[in-house]
């Protein structure tokens, strides 16, 4: 069963302390790997799509990478406006199904 | 430019009462989806609409209807209402039917069932 488990479930730093977060994946025929934040009573809102192992994207203090089994999300110096729900997603082989990790709640402290 | 438009967003029913989910988009995309996200696991799709005039069940749809009622509007319908439905409801739309498309999202409602 294809599977997407993220890790840790919870992060609390402090104002630039840079950490990352992980999201392991069993998919079959891997199709991209998404990311997206939510913030409390908000929807997700798309980050990054990543579709082969090295690539790597960017935005502001963010970073995702992929390998074949893994993919992270590096956050380099955060500021409490970072502060949110990170989900990690990846399209199941088959229409239409896509698979969403838990989250991991990120929580920065000024 | 208001992207996906959900209402209600919150919204309390008794066991068996019936209500109706609306979701609207302003972006001209082909796709609309339904999810529901619970305490302890992912965002699970209900149902989706690749194109207008086309409905499929996604992972979970029993206790569920929906309607495409247009190329802009998306509707979930709960017939009975079960306090298993107690849940947070999310809208998405995509520009295409692929699935490694990326997804916009509604706000939520808030769905309490007792």
């Known amino acids: 069963e294809d599977q997407v488990t993220q890790s840790p479930e919870a992060l609390r730093l402090q104002e630039g302390e840079s950490s990352s977060l992980n999201c392991s994946y069993t998919?079959?025929?891997?199709?991209?790997l998404f990311w997206y934040r939510q913030d409390p009573g908000k929807g997700p809102e798309f980050l990054f799509t990543?579709?082969?192992a090295g690539e790597e994207k960017e935005k502001e203090r963010l970073k995702a990478t992929l390998t074949k089994k893994e993919s992270f999300l590096h956050i380099t110096a955060p500021k409490p406006e970072d502060s949110a729900t990170y989900l990690c997603?990846?399209?199941?082989?088959?229409?239409?199904?896509?698979?969403f990790g838990i989250g991991t709640k990120l929580q920065v402290i000024p | 430019n208001a992207g996906v438009t959900q209402t209600p967003k919150f919204q309390v029913l008794k066991t068996g009462q019936s209500m109706t989910l609306q979701c609207a988009q302003d972006?001209?995309?082909?796709?609309m989806y339904w999810y529901r996200q619970d305490p302890g696991m992912g965002l699970r799709l209900i149902y989706y609409?690749?194109?207008?005039?086309?409905?499929d069940k996604g992972e979970v749809p029993n206790g569920y209807n929906v309607s495409r009622l247009n190329k802009r509007e998306f509707s979930l319908r709960l017939e009975s209402a079960a306090p298993s439905q107690t849940s947070v409801y999310f809208c998405?739309?995509?520009?295409?039917?692929?699935?490694?498309?990326?997804?916009?999202f509604g706000s939520g409602t808030q769905l309490s069932v007792l």
């Open positions: 998405a739309s995509s520009f295409s039917r692929e699935v490694n498309e990326k997804l916009f």
């Open positions: 998919v079959s025929g891997l199709r991209g």
């Open positions: 990543l579709y082969s």
């Open positions: 997603a990846a399209p199941q082989r088959g229409y239409q199904k896509v698979t």
């Open positions: 972006m001209n995309h082909n796709s």
């Open positions: 609409s690749a194109s207008e005039g086309t409905t």
